[in-house]
């Protein structure tokens, strides 16, 4: 499954909102972005942002399957929906 800009965009607000209410990984990922709280509201809806989310999240294995089973959906679709935000294009190096 391709994901459109708007579908992927909705997969990392859940994200965001998945992270917010985890009171022990929210620190974690606004310490490793330098964002504050009020810094993550006033972002929540700029795609590059959004991106990050999703990055942060597929840092670690287990992130992605609490995320992806809580939300229900299979464990691949983070990277596809990354892939369809801004800075996620697939690199060719060749």
Known sequence: ???SRQSA???ALQALGWLAANDDLLPVFLGSTGAS???VKQSAADPVF???VLDFLMMDDAWVVAFCDEVAVPYDRLMQARAALPGGEQVNWT
Do not use: V
């Open 1 to 3: 499954m391709s994901y």
């Open 9 to 11: 965009e909705t997969l």
């Open 37 to 39: 709280e009020a810094d």
């Open 50 to 52: 959004l991106g990050a």
